[in-house]
């Protein structure tokens, strides 16, 4: 778990080291254990505001694509930085006109131990068409379960960095470690 000023420190990082001309802004910063993932936006592509919807996501697509081409080895070289100093793979993408698109992403494998009664909501998943695997209908559950609980999960991320700030402030954060004079003689 990353503490919010850990958190901060990660963006600010980002922020005074990405080029200036890379993103029109920095919208989103996540970190987990593996990965953190770096998205900004991008400019739209110039359009006449009649163009059909078609050629807007043909537009916007093509951005996209020169963008990624364009800024690849900006975009490596702060990558490289980051892995060797945070020790998590980065992951690129923008937000351009309202779409999303994510360059690279780390795909962790999860250690699971599913009991029969878990398996069989997952392979119903793959029967009713909604995945293609049992990962793949794992990942959409953490999808479900995530959009119904984002308070839920606030709240606990809150509880748990409030833990880490307790904990930082117990005998073993002390910078003295001279054990206690002994009054006995």
Do not use: Y
Not at 83 to 102: N, T
Not at 118 to 143: K, M, N, P, Y
């Amino acid at each position: 778990m990353i503490t919010n000023e850990q958190r901060e420190k990660l963006r600010g990082w980002f922020a005074g080291r990405i080029p200036d001309d890379l993103f029109e802004e920095l919208t989103e910063l996540t970190v987990d254990r593996e990965e953190i993932t770096v998205i900004g936006r991008i400019p739209e592509p110039r359009l006449t505001q009649d163009a059909p919807d078609a050629e807007r996501e043909a537009a916007l697509e093509s951005r996209v694509r020169e963008f990624r081409e364009r800024t690849r080895e900006e975009r490596m070289a702060v990558a490289r930085e980051a892995e060797h100093r945070f020790g998590r793979k980065v992951s690129w993408g923008v937000e351009c006109g309202g779409r999303r698109a994510l360059f690279t992403h780390v795909a962790a494998p999860v250690m699971t131990r599913l009991r029969q009664p878990e398996r069989q909501v997952l392979d119903t998943l793959i029967a009713g068409g909604v995945a293609r695997s049992r990962s793949d209908a794992l990942a959409w559950c953490v999808r479900l379960v995530q959009r119904h609980t984002d308070d839920w999960l606030a709240e606990l991320r809150d509880s748990l960095a409030h833990v880490q700030r307790v904990r930082a402030q117990g005998p073993d954060a002390e910078t003295d470690r001279t054990p206690p004079a002994d009054d006995e003689e």
